[in-house]
């Protein structure tokens, strides 16, 4: 089956600072990749790759099998994003903001209305249709991006530390919303984060730091490799030890 | 969970013919819903040509003689002499606000939203120009509907309708200008002393406030500088298009700026040649 995303031997630099070294790594369809760096260890730039905001001049980034340098606009319609920024417009209501997106991928103003509503009860907002975003919490604001982001049925969603800035009660309920999305549409979830307790046991996850993959697998299997029981232990463990060499892809 | 939750999502069809037009529409429509939300804004560009046509152009009538020149064909009052100039400086301001916004919505985040759009990236920026462009014309009429109670007007009212082709160019002018300038800028800083360097500097080194003639009486290398000033071109062409007439040089520099300043807000915005270019790539460290 194609993964939703294979990410195969990218690099990025800045300047004299390598952001990513030889990256690869693949979340598949209807499972939740937890990519998890401190900050700094590359996350936000290897998100900017794949949403193509830079080009990667070398390895190959594909969503659900579409290369998104080669062609775009097929591996484009097939990703939904959250970004770590907010990107909603205040100003404008909840519905407003999901129709802009809707047109953003050529969906008319009828089906998008549909796709709103249907997208704003899968985070349970649909209530909020007519409030401005400005009226909103932060973690309703969240769940209004992922409603966004599922507008044109994507199969895969990127969410690049969602929970930053949320209370506790907020960030449990987005991560139920969105595993139970999993759940529900079948998508793949790649989800960047610093925060290990968001890791749950069925849930893969790879670890990235300064620009390196330096472990993937379950969470058993990270704890297995850190001789820990804990992953947040065995995460400050890996990230100690020599990046893992580059595997073929799978 | 209610019925409607439990709709699939299917995938949208991606990249349809019909979709550039949605996408279109829906871009000049979120422009709209923001510009009626920033009242301040409207009133500011209503405003500003207004300080200049009611106190500036009353204060300077009687310095200022003007005299007989193309497109007018007899002694015209110094407001309307000014007026095409303070039309292209409403444009010129909103060229530059939009991309002020864009420099805003980057910092914010919504340029990524856009930028994500499975549309290509030449199109998402000709569709936000699109966009400036309705703005800055519901401006300008805003300014022509005041400025004909003081008697500001072309000798034919079929001037407001030949003169609506002439805006859409140079609004089409200034907002590549502005688009191609804000992917140089990342803060907004940079961007608000970049508007002082270039608005003024262009409005008052150009034919809005005095015909060339007269600059080149004065200064014969200010009259070159107002040459081959792009929003000298801008303002003649709205000039004579409100007399139902075209100015063949100003339109063709007009037209040729437009391409050259949309060329560079393109390239710039391209992830493989601007903003990697600039910002890195794979070899970026060695």
Known sequence: ?250 | MSAVADVPLRPHRGVTASGYLVCLGGIVWRESLRFLHQRGRFLSALVRPLVWLFIFAAGFRATLGVSIIPPYETYILYEVYIAPGLMAMIQLFNGLQSSLSMVYDREVGAMRILLVSPYPRWFLLVSKLVAGIAVSLLQVYAFLLVAYFWDVRPDDAMGYLYVLPALILTGFMLGAMGLAMSSVFKQLENFASVMNFVIFPMFFASSALYPLWRVQQSSEWLYYICTYNPFTHAVELIRFALYGQIEWTALAVVAGCSAVFLTAAVLAYDPSTGLTARRGGPDAAK
């Open chain 1, 1 to 250: 089956m194609t993964a939703a995303l294979s990410v195969e031997g990218v690099t990025h630099a800045f300047g004299s600072k390598k952001a990513l070294d030889d990256v690869s790594l693949e979340a598949p369809a209807g499972a939740f990749t937890a990519l998890v760096g401190q900050n700094g260890a590359g996350k936000t730039t290897l998100f900017s790759l794949i949403t193509r905001l830079y080009n990667n001049r070398s390895g190959s980034i594909r969503v659900l099998g579409y290369d998104v340098r080669r062609t775009p606009a097929k591996a484009l319609s097939q990703l939904g994003v959250v970004f770590q920024a907010r990107t909603l417009d205040l100003e404008l209501t909840v519905q407003q903001n999901l129709l802009y997106h809707a047109a953003l991928h050529g969906i008319g103003r009828g089906e998008a209305k549909r796709r709103a509503e249907a997208a704003l009860t899968r985070v349970n907002l649909a209530e909020r249709a007519k409030d401005k975003v400005r009226a909103l919490s932060g973690g309703q604001m969240r769940r209004v991006e992922i409603a966004r982001a599922l507008l044109h049925g994507p199969s895969l969603l990127l969410l690049d530390e969602p929970t930053t800035g949320l209370d506790i009660g907020s960030r449990r309920t987005l991560l139920e919303e969105v595993r139970r999305l999993i759940q529900q549409d079948g998508i793949g979830v790649l989800w960047a984060t610093h925060l290990t307790d968001e890791i749950a046991a069925a849930d893969r996850v790879v670890v990235l730091h300064q620009g390196k993959v330096m472990a993937r697998g379950t969470p058993q299997e990270l704890c297995a490799r850190a001789k820990t029981e804990d992953v947040g232990a065995a995460f400050m463990s890996i990230v100690g030890e020599t990046p893992e060499p580059r595997k073929a892809s799978a």
